[in-house]
């Protein structure tokens, strides 16, 4: 049974950071995709960042610089540590995977978690 669960977010000033974590259990980490994404209120859920089986990293261009993913292969977790931080990127974040060795399009992902919430406020 595939599932995944993120934490770590919060509440942060900006210009601080946070790392995220997807736990991901049902399935070899190292052997598919993961993508993160992020859904702010009254907004589309869009993509932020993914790691394929391969360890390519693909960001989405508002986060280039400032975030970054990575893998974790024996305690089958994702990170995405995020630096910077802006009230723009105040969102939940979900982390996402289409049991594919290669990033996909959003709707290409069947499996979700629940989300994590990051708030970037003074």
């Known amino acids: 049974q595939v599932q995944l669960v993120e934490s770590g977010g919060g509440l942060v000033q900006p210009g601080g950071s946070l790392r995220l974590s997807c736990k991901a259990s049902g399935f070899r980490v190292d052997y598919y995709a993961i993508g993160w994404f992020r859904q702010a209120p009254g907004k589309e859920r869009e993509g932020v960042s993914c790691?394929?089986?391969?360890?390519?990293?693909y960001y989405g261009e508002s986060v280039k610089g400032r975030f970054a993913i990575s893998r974790d292969n024996a305690k089958s977790t994702v990170y995405l540590q995020m630096n910077s931080l802006k009230p723009e990127d105040t969102a939940v974040y979900y982390c996402?995977?289409?049991?594919?060795?290669?990033?996909?399009?959003?709707?290409?992902?069947?499996?979700w978690g629940q989300g994590t919430q990051v708030t970037v406020t003074v």
């Open positions: 790691l394929t089986n391969d360890g390519s990293e």
């Open positions: 996402a995977t289409a049991l594919l060795g290669a990033c996909s399009g959003i709707r290409e992902y069947p499996y």
